[in-house]
């Protein structure tokens, strides 16, 4: 664990408010090593409030039921932390290791932090040593697009964008060819965050990745599906539709410190199968932490 250190403190962070609101409540139950039915009871509830989903609060409860019937005792914590670890790890992302110029697109709603992990985005890739070139694809919104500028002057790092109201898919082109005429490894693009249709949704994005691959016949090669935590489970079903259309690698987790239903990392890794590569544990530029099991789960029991 002590491998983990300043990721756990992250991850503790990120959980405050799931903790304070659902988990806290939870501690006295955790250290019992017999429980009556009631309290299994309310450990039941206090999960599904976290927002762990119904199937893992099951599978959770179905152990304890289990162990309790067979040996009279239990340590729940343990159990909890181990039965949790089963079902988030094995999810990790692919490292972000530079090679040659790569293009990731950043998409999902608007309201949902896309602009912000941007930018903390392009700050940690910074950070790493490789240069970045961020692309206000964006070009409905005036205001995310001087919010990215903003971010472009923290983090670094310059941002390309076009009047507004242009192509995303020319500006989109521009700074691929920029990037890669100047050799930069990292190409970060912001996409519209309306979601009209699944059919408009697509169409957009397939235009801008036709003319990313004119420059880059690879890219993009990561899209990156940013989720806002605080939305807990309602989110998925938009998330799904994300996944579908626009061929996503990754997700992203925003907003972990504002919500109490951090236990919504469960159910998203469940149902879209896909690899939480970061998450969002506050708004400041190094709020942008990679995702790891054990810090999640050590960060959720630890109340
Ligand atoms: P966009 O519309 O998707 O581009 O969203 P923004 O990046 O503008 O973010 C919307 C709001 O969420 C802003 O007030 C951000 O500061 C806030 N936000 C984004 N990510 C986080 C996070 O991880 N934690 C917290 N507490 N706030 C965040």
Redesign the pocket.
């Known amino acids: 664990m002590a491998l983990l250190g300043g990721l756990l403190d992250k991850f503790r962070q990120g959980l405050k408010r799931t903790q304070d609101v659902v988990l806290r409540p939870l501690g006295h139950l955790l250290h019992l090593k017999r429980l009556d039915e009631g309290q299994l009871q309310e450990m039941e509830d206090l999960l599904l409030q976290a927002d762990l989903g119904v199937h893992a609060v099951d599978r959770l409860m179905a152990r304890l039921r289990h162990e309790l019937k067979r040996s009279g005792e239990v340590d729940p914590k343990a159990i909890l932390r181990e039965e949790l670890l089963k079902l988030v790890q094995g999810h990790e992302a692919r490292p972000f290791t530079p090679s040659g110029t790569q293009v990731l697109l950043l998409v999902?709603?608007?309201?949902?932090?896309?602009?912000?992990?941007l930018g903390k985005l392009a700050s940690r890739l910074k950070g790493q040593g490789g240069d970045v070139l961020i692309v206000a694809g964006d070009t409905f919104r005036a205001a995310?697009i001087d919010?990215l500028e903003q971010w472009g002057v923290r983090a670094g790092v310059e941002v390309v964008r076009n009047q507004m109201g242009g192509d995303p898919a020319a500006i989109a082109f521009d700074g691929a060819s920029r990037a890669r005429a100047r050799e930069i490894p990292w190409v970060l693009i912001d996409t519209a965050?309306r979601l009209h249709t699944k059919d408009h949704l697509m169409k957009e994005l397939d235009k801008i990745r036709r003319a990313l691959q004119k420059v880059i016949p690879e890219a993009p090669h990561r899209v990156l599906l940013?989720l806002d935590a605080t939305t807990g489970q309602n989110g998925l079903k938009q998330a799904e539709i994300f996944s579908q259309v626009a061929g996503v690698t990754d997700l992203v987790l925003?907003?972990?410190?504002?919500s109490a239903k951090g236990g919504v990392v469960v159910p998203i890794l469940e149902k879209l199968r896909l690899p939480i590569a970061f998450v969002?544990?506050?708004?400041g530029l190094d709020?942008?932490i990679p995702f790891n099991a054990e810090a999640f789960v050590e960060g959720l029991l630890d109340a």
């Not at 999902?108 to 992990?117: A, D, H, Q, Y």
């Open positions: 999902g709603v608007n309201g949902v932090g896309k602009t912000t992990t995310a919010q965050g940013v925003t907003k972990l410190d504002g969002g544990v506050g708004e709020d942008l």
